[in-house]
């Protein structure tokens, strides 16, 4: 169809000539016009006017002269009124125009489809290099995480080729799932933004470790790709070591932001000048190590090893005073300075209090991860005077202790004061005095005075240590007290001791009453009530047959909260009794508020009956006072046959000594009874 040929189709007026026409065509590309049925044009965009040379309103009113149908786009070709014939692609749409039927009809010319067609190519091409010959690894992968899109640096950085990986699950590049590329993808997918995440400890495909920055996002699902998720991935490994560098040069490590091990050493050496010329010098290294940490690390990921190493660091040193100083020296160890140490005894002290609170579980994302420590300690000057020496004593040490089973600690100096040495080997070895089976009970008899009847007996610790012998519980108990160990060796005599009064039982033999010493940090913690009433519950013991003896000095000082304590555990029906009476120096006068059941005479003021008669006097007042508030009165460790005739002479209910019996196996009880 030729459009020249139609009536109406002029000269242009407006536009000179074609280049001008392609300019326009640039700005609004298609040209449209709008044919009514007649094939009158009725309406005409600049485009249109312009491709036919025409100005505007150029068109309006002409016959179109060629026939429109609806469809698929058609190639027409049109000689414009320069004579020169021009392919132009065609598509119509059928219109309602002012009320009336009408075709909407663009026109693209064959140079403008070029065009497009190039531009198209172009920003593909474009699009492709960027994307290639990307410094930062650009991964697609689609919404079951399947890759789609692997470019070189992918390759590169990760070691995976794209042909490994293409249509397959991204790669497993770290032990923690969550601290991965897959990781990031999940929460891209959830509509998460991850802007410059840092993964680190990532592996590459041949082993190694890559740190990497990773942006991810999830795209546009309207263009037919739902949950598709592309990630940019940089390699910061360079970027970290040499951040790591800086930070060792500064003296700091990373990751706790602790100082390192040369920031340590330098304070050591400063701490060491300071000291010259001080006649008692001492100052104490302690190194500490995380026992079978590769093994925790492997088992919880990298990622939460690193969490775990932060939490231990902060632990540690919310243990220790400010004048210690704490430093990250290798993966899993940390020194401790320990200044102004006068006795070995401190640092033994503030070991067992890092083990101790190493104890307690870590919480890394909702999981208890429990590690412990082996600590090795070494003492300025006997084990060298330059702090490279002194870091170096404390490592053997350590190794030492780890050695032996680890969670413990050791001096590296074998010639150690007596005391020193024994705090050590007690402490070290109450650590592991239950598990090992070394701890057990004697029972000691308490008669009734009047009618000479075994009416009770009390629990006594004791501990078969492998190299000290049986150790008696006056060498430990306060060793176990300072240390936090009275709280699990508590509840075992606890246990036993019910769980022997009930085996009594069950063998026919006359109901006792069984007395438990309690210490004051057994006493004073929050659970206790409940582990009475565990144990009555689990050993079925009627709860009066339960006696709980509590040393005076624990009451005294314990005051206003003692009395709610005993309260409490007196409402579960056990009897409180009060424990070496006499010597905690309290005035008498507290006794009216608490609700015991006994009281105990130390065995300091039996022993000097036959010394002197003041003695007499205050034992028989003791147990005036006790009859007159209602309670039983005992004397411990009588002796002699005079000890206990004065005894029966004063308001005494009950007596307990080697004179009557010494502390007994349980058989010996069970044939004390028969
Ligand atoms: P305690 O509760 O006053 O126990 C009485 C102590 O006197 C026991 O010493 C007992 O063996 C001793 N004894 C008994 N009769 C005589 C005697 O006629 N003469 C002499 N010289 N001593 C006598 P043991 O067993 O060495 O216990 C010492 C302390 O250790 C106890 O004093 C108690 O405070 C504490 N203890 C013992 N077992 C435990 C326990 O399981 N838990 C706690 N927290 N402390 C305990
Ligand atoms: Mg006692
Ligand atoms: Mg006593």
């Not at 497009?116 to 995480?145: F, N, Q």
């Not at 006997?382 to 350590?398: F, K, P, V």
């Not at 609700?595 to 005479?601: E, Q």
Request: proline content about 5%; glycine content about 10%; overall charge negative.
């Amino acid at each position: 169809m030729d459009y020249t040929s139609s009536p109406g189709l002029a000269p242009p007026t407006a536009f000179g000539g074609s280049g001008e026409a392609g300019a326009a065509a640039i700005a609004d590309p298609d040209g449209v016009v709008v044919v009514a049925d007649d094939g009158r044009i009725l309406y005409a965009n600049g485009a249109a006017e312009s491709l036919f040379l025409r100005g505007p309103g150029g068109l309006a009113g002409c016959l179109f002269g060629h026939p429109v149908v609806g469809g698929d786009s058609t190639e027409i070709e049109v000689f414009r009124p320069d004579r020169r014939k021009m392919t132009v692609e065609m598509r119509c749409t059928p219109i309602e125009w002012e009320g009336r039927a009408a075709h909407l009809v663009t026109l693209r010319s064959g140079q403008e489809r070029r065009r497009v067609r190039e531009s198209l190519h172009k920003s593909s091409e474009l699009l492709h290099a960027l994307v290639a010959y990307s410094p930062m690894a650009i991964v697609a992968a689609d919404g079951a995480g399947r890759v789609t899109l692997w470019n070189r640096a992918a390759a590169a950085i990760l070691g995976w080729r794209d042909l490994d990986v293409l249509g397959n699950p991204l790669p497993a590049t770290s032990d923690d799932p969550l601290e991965s590329p897959a990781g990031m993808w999940r929460l891209a997918l959830a509509g998460e933004a991850v802007i410059g995440r840092e993964l680190m400890s990532q592996h590459r495909n041949d082993g190694t470790e890559v740190a990497l920055q990773c942006w991810a996002a999830q795209m546009d699902g309207s263009r037919g790709l739902p949950g598709s998720v592309v990630l940019m991935l940089a390699d910061v490994t360079q970027r970290h070591r040499v951040e790591a560098h800086i930070r060792r040069l500064v003296g700091h490590d990373g990751l706790t932001g602790l100082p390192n091990r040369r920031q340590f050493r330098k304070q050591v050496e400063r701490t060491i000048g300071k000291l010259q010329g001080r006649d008692r010098p001492h100052l104490l290294v302690l190194q500490l190590g995380l026992d079978r940490f590769k093994i925790v690390n492997k088992s919880i990921g990298h990622g939460a090893g690193d969490h775990l190493l932060l939490a231990v660091a902060r632990r540690l040193a919310g243990v220790l005073y400010e004048t210690d100083l704490i430093a990250r020296t290798g993966g899993d160890e940390f020194s401790i300075l320990l200044r102004d140490t006068h006795h070995l005894r401190d640092g033994v002290r503030v070991a067992n209090r890092l083990l101790q609170h190493m104890t307690e579980p870590f919480e890394l994302d909702g999981q208890e991860v429990f590690v412990t420590a082996s600590i090795g300690i070494a003492v300025y000057p006997n084990d060298g005077a330059r702090a490279e020496d002194l870091i170096h004593a404390a490592d053997n040490a350590m190794d030492r202790a780890k050695q032996q089973g680890g969670n413990a600690c050791q001096f590296n100096t074998l010639d150690l004061d007596s005391d020193a040495r024994h705090q050590l080997m007690v402490e070290s070895g109450l650590r592991h005095a239950i598990e090992r089976d070394e701890l057990f009970l004697e029972y000691q008899p308490q008669y009734e005075l009047g009618s000479g009847r075994l009416v009770g007996v009390e629990a006594l610790l004791r501990w078969r240590h492998p190299v000290m012998g049986v150790v008696p519980p006056a060498r430990f108990i306060p060793i176990a007290e300072s240390c936090g160990l009275i709280a699990p060796i508590g509840s075992w005599v606890l246990q036993t001791a019910c769980r022997q009064l009930r085996a009594w039982d069950d063998a026919g033999l006359p109901p006792l009453r069984m007395a438990v010493n309690v210490s004051a940090r057994q006493f004073f913690a929050d659970d206790f009530k409940a582990e009475v009433k565990q144990v009555l519950r689990s050993s079925g013991i009627p709860p009066e047959r339960l006696e709980l003896e509590l040393t005076e000095s624990l009451l005294v000082r314990g005051a206003a909260g003692a009395i709610e304590v005993l309260r409490s555990l007196h409402g579960l029906g056990v009897r409180l009794s009060i424990d070496d009476f006499g010597t905690g120096y309290s005035g008498l006068s507290y006794l009216v508020d608490l609700p015991m059941d006994t009281l105990k005479i130390d065995q300091s003021f039996v022993r000097r009956l036959e010394q002197s008669h003041s003695y007499g006097a205050i034992v028989t007042a003791i147990g005036e006072l006790a009859h007159g508030l209602d309670l039983r009165v005992i004397a411990e460790g009588v002796e002699t046959e005079a000890q206990l005739d004065f005894l029966r002479r004063t308001y005494c209910d009950e007596v307990q000594g080697y004179l009557l019996s010494r502390p007994l196996a349980p058989d010996g009880v069970a044939r004390l009874l028969a």
